[in-house]
T-cell receptor, first 111, second 113 residues
């Protein structure tokens, strides 16, 4: 069975600090996909990134970066120079067609 | 482009009343459709999953049901709401394939009195 663990329930940082959100997954599949979603206070989940299991290159998009390490079954998400608008709940997910979501990490960025 | 519409945005219902939440997707065909509940916190609980018209998979036993009368329409229902049904309900769609991300509606905040 697939499982995603986001051990950090809540994180608070001060604006401009860097913050890393952890995601650890379990799967028996050799081919799989990992996702990150953002849920701002308004409620809708927004898709941020997808990674496939064959591509371990780190990815950077502006202030966001993702570190995928198969050896540790982790797919961590780092926000550099955090901003108040980054405050949200962030979900990591592992695919099958139904997807297994982690329990989410509430990130609060204080001004 | 694809869009997903979910309504109503908020709903207050008495215990024992029926429920009908509707979700429609535009701009794509044959999507996978999902209903989630997020209760008073963060975790997303998958309630129902559909790969086609009339094909519904239920993930957890409950007094809710789902139907897919048309390709891009997904309805969440209950005949008699319980207090425990309160929560934030999210509809989502995805293309076929495990590499496809899900795209979520704006959600319905349901309060049971």
């Amino acid at each position: 069975a697939q499982k995603v663990t986001q051990a950090q329930t809540e994180i608070s940082v001060v604006e401009k600090e860097d913050v890393t959100l952890d995601c650890v997954y379990e799967t028996r599949d050799t081919t799989y996909y990992l996702f990150w979603y953002k849920q701002p206070p308004s409620g809708e989940l927004v898709f941020l990134i997808r990674r496939n299991s064959f591509d371990e290159q780190n990815e950077i998009s502006g202030r966001y970066s993702w570190n995928f390490q198969k050896s540790t079954s982790s797919f961590n998400f780092t926000i550099t120079a955090s901003q108040v608008v980054d405050s949200a709940v962030y979900f990591c997910a592992l695919s099958e067609e139904r997807a297994a979501f982690g329990s989410g990490t509430q990130l609060t960025v204080l001004p | 482009s694809q869009t997903i519409h979910q309504w109503p945005a908020t709903l207050v219902q008495p215990v024992g009343s029926p429920l009908s939440l509707e979700c429609t997707v535009e701009g794509t065909s044959n999507p996978n459709l999902y209903w989630y509940r997020q209760a008073a916190g963060r975790g997303l609980q998958l309630l129902f999953y559909s790969v086609g018209i009339g094909q519904i998979s239920s993930e957890v036993p409950q007094n809710l049901s789902a139907s897919r009368p048309q390709d891009r329409q997904f309805i969440l229902s209950s005949k008699k709401l319980l207090l425990s049904d309160s929560g934030f309900y999210l509809c989502a769609w995805s293309r076929r394939g495990s590499n496809q991300p899900q795209h979520f509606g704006d959600g319905t905040r349901l309060s049971i009195l």
